[in-house]
């Protein structure tokens, strides 16, 4: 596939702000940036004369936020529009407060939606890089621990899947399963074809998830949400999860499908720089005037942080990464520099994009966000342009 061609303007340099690069914060540099990516940080006072130059008043630069699961925004749900416009759309509510790279998801549906979003999906990329691929969660999982996905349609994996289930050139390429529900030789066919294998919902042995890692499954999808709890005398895929060094774990940020004590013994709990923040928002997430909406058979309601059903049970997220960042930071109250990182260095790594994405460094691209010193989105750009 050929990559977009990048808008070309003129070098810009970001002034006087507080910098994070994914790995420090800096202050009293500046950073340039030309031709969409980040060329040098240097002193304030050393900008060179051809470089347009923003003064940042003091605030944060950060590295712009990448989503690995993201079901909708803008009041547009990927399972209910799988086509270019509504993947777009999808794209473009989540940027306007940081999310620079995304995943649209899908969850388990008939196999003609599901193909229909893949398809909807690569298209979109050829106009929009923020896309970076599709992440299908979902059918092979859980009966018992579907959660929002509709039972009926939950299936086993087939040779058919296979021949769907395959990354293309530059794609990033999400399959959540359950490892009860296949076997470590299906993974690693799905591996050798490029797919990103993560385990969730799921009641699967501590034996069973062993051996989807050994087959070369990479991580686990929203920890905790739609896993069995830890016991005295079983580990199960939670334990398993936090205690496994190599693999990598995405966790929902709002700060209700996890508890921020639970969300707290995670990042104690997991090895270093190997659990990433994910928002799992629904359609409502993005959107300026959120609207109810008809999720895997039931009608759900946007709240004022994630989105209910007609019981008043939890059904969905609605707050979007750049939401869940200061949250994270205040109500959780985590360290903002691992915050920062969980939100968008990290995830890079994961997708296996952590040369070129996540950090402010020089031949980086030039995905920014402004934070103010509560760590709210300000401003974003997206390979240097302004959103």
């Not at 940027?95 to 649209?104: E, N, V």
């Not at 398993?240 to 060094?245: R, S």
């Not at 999720?295 to 008043?312: A, L, S, T």
Request: proline content about 6%; hydrophobic content about 40%.
């Amino acid at each position: 596939m050929t990559a977009p061609s990048l808008p070309q303007s003129l070098p810009m340099a970001l002034t006087d702000a507080i910098i994070f690069t994914g790995e420090v914060f800096v202050e009293n540099q500046a950073l340039l940036v030309k031709d969409g990516k980040i060329v040098d940080l240097i002193h304030n006072d050393k900008v060179p004369d051809d470089f347009k130059i923003t003064t940042c008043a003091n605030h944060i630069l950060a590295p712009g936020f990448i989503d690995c699961q993201v079901n909708g925004g803008g009041n547009v749900l990927l399972n209910a529009t799988p086509t270019v416009k509504g993947v777009l759309a999808i794209a473009a509510a989540h940027r306007k407060s940081g999310t620079t790279r995304l995943l649209p998801t899908c969850i388990t549906d008939t196999p003609e939606v599901m193909a229909a979003a893949t398809a909807a999906t690569r298209q979109a990329r050829k106009s929009d890089p923020s896309i970076l691929g599709i992440h299908l969660e979902g059918p092979h999982i859980s009966e018992e621990y579907s959660g929002a996905h509709n039972v009926a349609l939950v299936r086993p994996l087939s040779e058919t899947d296979f021949q769907t289930h395959r990354a293309e050139s530059g794609e990033c390429f999400i399959v959540t399963l359950a490892p009860e529900q296949v076997t470590p030789e299906q993974i690693a066919r799905l591996v050798k074809q490029g797919v990103i294998v993560s385990l969730g919902h799921t009641q699967a042995t501590t034996e069973q998830t062993r051996a989807a890692l050994a087959a070369g499954a990479k991580g686990f999808t929203h920890l905790f949400t739609r896993m069995p709890p830890v016991k005295g005398r079983s580990s199960t895929v939670v334990g398993v999860a936090l205690d496994d060094a190599q693999s990598w774990c995405g966790m929902i940020a709002d700060g209700h499908h996890v508890t921020p004590e639970l969300m707290r013994i995670a990042v104690r709990a997991k090895a270093k720089d190997k659990l990433f923040l994910v928002s799992d928002s629904a359609a409502p997430a993005g959107a300026d005037n959120p609207q109810p909406f008809d999720w895997c058979g039931q009608k759900v309601f946007p709240q004022k942080d994630y989105c209910v059903n007609e019981q008043g049970v939890v059904s969905g997220a609605m707050l979007t990464l750049g939401e869940c960042v200061p949250r994270c930071i205040r109500d959780v109250r985590l360290d903002p520099e691992k915050v920062l990182r969980m939100a968008s260095t990290i995830p890079a790594e994961f997708l296996g994009l952590g040369d070129r994405l996540g950090k402010l460094l020089p031949t980086y691209a030039a995905d920014i966000v402004m934070l103010d010193h509560s760590f709210k989105t300000q401003k974003v750009w997206k390979d240097g342009e302004p959103n």
